[in-house]
């Protein structure tokens, strides 16, 4: 910061303090979200493996049949 009286570079300072606040506040958010996040996948993940799976009447897709082949 350049030569700037007491009060300025006070100011100067609050003002980008401030901003850092408001950085930290928003990855703490993003903290929040990226943990449900991880909790909603693991649910689905124990729903998808833990559910009754369809059984699929028919021929096999050509993707699979190929591999298999």
Request: glycine share 6%.
């Amino acid at each position: 910061m350049e030569n700037l009286s007491g009060i300025e570079f006070r100011t100067e300072l609050l003002k980008r303090l401030d901003t850092l606040i408001t950085h930290f506040e928003q990855l703490e958010n993003l903290k929040y979200i990226g943990d449900g996040l991880v909790m909603l996948h693991n649910q689905m993940e124990k729903i998808h493996w833990t559910s009754p799976q369809p059984k699929v009447q028919g021929k096999k897709p050509k993707i699979l049949q190929s591999k298999q082949d």
